[in-house]
């Protein structure tokens, strides 16, 4: 397969954003002590969309699988806030779900797998 697909491309875009965007909105958090452990952990999950978006982009096979897990948490936690946050984030689960597994999307991972056969 020649080049990244398009639907791998805009997954990782989108990760790295959300990872960039989010770190440096959390960022002035830390300025707060009393949620110093809560804020923490924030900034390492948007440090891991950063990474997960990079290692899509170079076709790291398990990468998919993280960002599934990635957005999977975000389920999880948003279910504990409100109905509609939990809704958006299954709709943004689903549509990188089946991104990252079409035919061209697996194409371009499996080809990171076996190089002999680009």
Known sequence: MKGRPLPVVIVAVLFILAGVIGFFYHLQELLDPTNL?????????????????????????????????????????SALNSTSEMIAHIVFLTLVTVLLFLPASAAWFQDKKNPEKR
Do not use: Q
């Open 37 to 77: 452990n809560e804020t923490v952990w924030i900034l390492l999950l948007r440090i891991l969309a950063v990474v997960c978006g990079v290692l899509l982009l170079f076709g790291v096979s398990w990468a998919r699988w993280l960002a599934i897990g990635w957005l999977l948490y975000h389920v999880v936690v």
